[in-house]
């Protein structure tokens, strides 16, 4: 879903750049949900990060002529996390 739209790319822009302080929500400070699947796509539970922001960001090189796929990786701090079972 990040390439639907420039929210990602704002968001790593904004904690990247180290114009603003790391505590404010200018700075990037997100929340981050990840939720964890079974072989059926059922969720079985969800990782629920709080005040999240980018410590790391590293994509593909950009060529055309490989045929690869590209993957991009992100590293985030959090302040805190929470677990919860089921949907």
């Known amino acids: 879903w990040f390439a639907s739209n420039s929210e990602?790319?704002?968001?790593l822009k904004a904690g990247l750049?180290?114009?603003k302080a790391p505590n404010t929500k200018a700075a990037?400070?997100?929340?981050l949900t990840i939720h964890?699947?079974?072989r059926k796509y059922n969720r079985i539970g969800s990782y629920n990060f709080s005040?999240?922001?980018f410590v790391?960001?590293?994509g593909p090189g950009f060529n055309?002529?490989?045929g690869q796929v590209g993957f991009?990786?992100?590293r985030v701090a959090y302040d805190y996390f929470t677990y919860k079972t089921g949907s």
Do not use: K
């Open 8 to 11: 990602f790319f704002e968001l």
């Open 17 to 19: 750049s180290g114009v």
């Open 28 to 31: 990037g400070r997100f929340a």
């Open 36 to 38: 964890c699947l079974d």
């Open 51 to 53: 005040n999240c922001f």
């Open 56 to 58: 790391e960001y590293s």
């Open 64 to 66: 055309s002529m490989s």
């Open 72 to 74: 991009e990786q992100i």
